[in-house]
């Protein structure tokens, strides 16, 4: 057992976003690498051949911000094939003995890690973590130096979200991130050890299951979990591994201490696991979880059994001084906290894998999710129609996306796709293929959280579990023509160019996953700067009033589970939030709360 050392700070100086960055899996030991680095551009990605990898750098840089971002010191504006990263760190001494993982939370898009000249990893996609076991090339004690390339082609139809790939942000398309946007950080860990677990939860039985994989086995080892609340331990088992590569731990938590994990009452279980070897641990991880369950009962969606009307928002989770790196994770806290003082009780995280810190969050705030891929836009057809490609690396990626955030309580749904857009015809492209295979593969990785095949537009897959539209008309009563057919089962299916480009919808539970998105700019544009859907409302209280009769339309449609709406913040030159873009709210959040929460007097609130 090893005893907690706090290494989020460096000669006393608290280096940027310090917290722990994996807040579901936490180790007592380890090291922050935050702060400066050196840094340089590579315009023509020939900084291999140049010898980047083993001489020093021509810049500096604050990690974790990306080289676009103010707070990185950088300020880069134009586009650059790649760029590199240098820092000096001596791993410490009483790490003598175990494994050294060296961990990126994220880099976009293409990384390639050097350890004191070695290559110690490499990894393609800009949104998940990846780890380099760099024990056999730095010394504990010793100063090791980590290079790393991150390659970002532009001009490649690679899944970015709503990055631009163009110099300037457009339309809904906003800044660029390159390379690292995510903490670096060291973790000393023993052999075997513990690996990232999946918990699963059965609320009938008051169930927690724990699976837990190793690194590596041997005789002798077993798998002890604890689980606790405020008054202490409430359930223990241990399993032996028996030469397996990981157990099934069960926990059972009896009356009177069953807690639910609700909307007004996120309750959150402290949990945690030790391997042993002979009965003597060896290595030790801390967790938490939520018991609750997510269903589908005819057109409802459930949480813990009964109706849950998902009033959700489209948060994009860009920020003007970080990209999509919140500044702080004060910052994270305070996007959830004025979302639900707006009235909404969750979100739909909007074509970006958000950071963990965002999720731990959200399950202990009691602020439910749709988790999403980043991948706007695909038709199948080629460059000269996408912003981007569908591949086999859009399921790899999502399937490292999942692995990360299975055992959040906060997540209610998953999304692998956003607004495809391709015609019903005999044809097959990329895209179906690649659609059906993000279906397939959430639905094995995950039996317990319905699944839309894609949002909006082209429905493919006609046992999705959830069928949703995007409507951004203005006008509230076209609005609610456009929807009052759904109780009786003439939903309002997306077109495309006047084609139709979805299966039919079969009765599922139905969610009108984007509207409203009003364009409205206090600042004064003319909208020469700015853009938002529709005819701009004059005033900030015409504003108020649209809000209240498109999502009034919605709240009074009784074949409906939920929505969401356009969007949280303003987006650079995006205007359609409740909020600006740094935060400040545009009118007063209790006047959108009331029009929200009207609906929760009639449905329960979290079971």
């Known amino acids: 057992m090893h005893v907690h050392v706090d290494r989020s700070r460096a000669d006393g100086v608290e280096l940027p976003r310090p917290e722990y960055p994996r807040p579901q899996f936490v180790r007592g030991e380890w090291l922050n690498l935050n702060g400066p680095w050196q840094f340089e551009t590579d315009p023509g990605d020939s900084g291999l051949e140049r010898g980047l990898v083993s001489r020093e750098l021509s810049d500096m840089i604050t990690v974790p911000f990306c080289p676009e971002a103010p707070l990185s010191g950088v300020g880069l504006a134009d586009r650059v094939a790649a760029v590199w990263y240098r820092r000096e760190l001596v791993v410490p001494e009483e790490w003598e003995g175990r494994r050294i993982l060296l961990h990126f939370q994220a880099v976009d898009y293409e990384a390639t890690v050097w350890a ?207 990209v999509l790196t919140a500044p702080s994770d004060a910052a994270l806290v305070a996007d959830i906290t004025l979302a639900k003082a707006a009235g909404f009780n969750g979100a739909r995280l909007h074509q970006k894998v958000f950071e963990e810190r965002f999720l731990y969050h959200a399950d202990r705030l009691g602020y439910i999710v749709w988790g999403e891929f980043a991948d706007w836009g695909c038709s199948g057809y080629g460059p000269l129609e996408d912003h981007q490609q569908p591949g086999a690396t859009y399921v790899t990626q999502w399937l490292e996306a999942l692995a990360r955030d299975y055992s959040h309580p906060s997540i209610v749904g998953w999304c692998p796709l956003n607004e495809t857009r391709q015609p019903l015809s005999d044809r097959l492209t990329a895209l179906d293929d690649v659609t059906r295979a993000m279906f397939l593969a959430t639905k094995a990785a995950d039996r317990t959280r319905p699944v839309i095949d894609a949002s909006g537009y082209s429905h493919r897959v006609a046992e999705a579990d959830v069928y949703d539209s995007h409507d951004y008309e203005q006008d509230p009563e076209t609005f609610r023509r456009n929807h009052e057919g759904l109780g009786s089962g003439a939903a309002y299916v997306n077109r495309w160019k006047d084609r139709d480009i979805s299966v039919a919808y079969d009765d599922q539970p139905y969610l009108v996953s984007e509207f409203g998105g009003a364009w409205w700019d206090a600042s004064g544009d003319d909208g020469t ?55 400040r709210p545009k009118v007063d959040l209790d006047r959108l709360r009331a029009v929200q929460v009207r609906r929760a007097a009639l449905e329960s609130e979290g079971g």
């Open 116 to 322: 004191n000249g070695v290559e110690v990893g490499r990894h393609k996609g800009g949104f998940t973590p990846f780890s380099c076991d760099v024990t056999r090339v730095v010394e504990p004690g010793a100063v090791a130096a980590v290079v790393v390339r991150a390659r970002d082609p532009w001009w490649q139809p690679q899944p970015r979200g709503k990055q631009a790939a163009e110099f300037v942000p457009h339309g809904a398309l906003y800044g660029r991130t390159t390379g690292i946007w995510q903490t670096v950080w060291l973790e000393p860990v023993g052999s075997p050890s513990l690996e990232r677990p999946r918990l699963t939860t059965d609320v009938a039985s008051g169930t927690v299951r724990l699976e837990q994989v190793l690194s590596r086995t041997r005789p002798g080892l077993s798998v002890r979990a604890v689980l606790s609340d405020g008054a202490g331990e409430v359930a223990r088992a241990e399993r032996p591994v028996a030469g397996e590569l990981g157990v099934t731990v069960d926990l059972v938590v009896a009356e009177p201490r069953r807690r639910l994990w609700r909307l007004d009452d996120p309750f959150l279980y402290d949990l945690r696991i030790e391997l042993l070897d002979d009965d003597v641990v060896v290595d030790m991880a801390d967790s938490y979880v939520g018991l609750r369950s997510v269903g589908v009962s005819g057109r409802r969606l459930l949480l813990n059994g009964e109706t849950v009307f998902q009033r959700l928002v489209l948060d994009q989770g860009f920020y003007p001084d970080g």
């Open 529 to 583: 700067q700015s853009w938002g859907y529709g005819e701009r409302p004059k005033s900030a209280e015409e504003l108020v009033e649209r809000f209240r009769d498109l999502c009034g339309a919605l709240l009074d449609n009784p074949g409906l589970a939920g929505y969401c709406y356009t969007q949280l913040t303003d987006v650079y030159q995006e205007r359609n939030g409740v909020l600006t873009f740094d935060r």
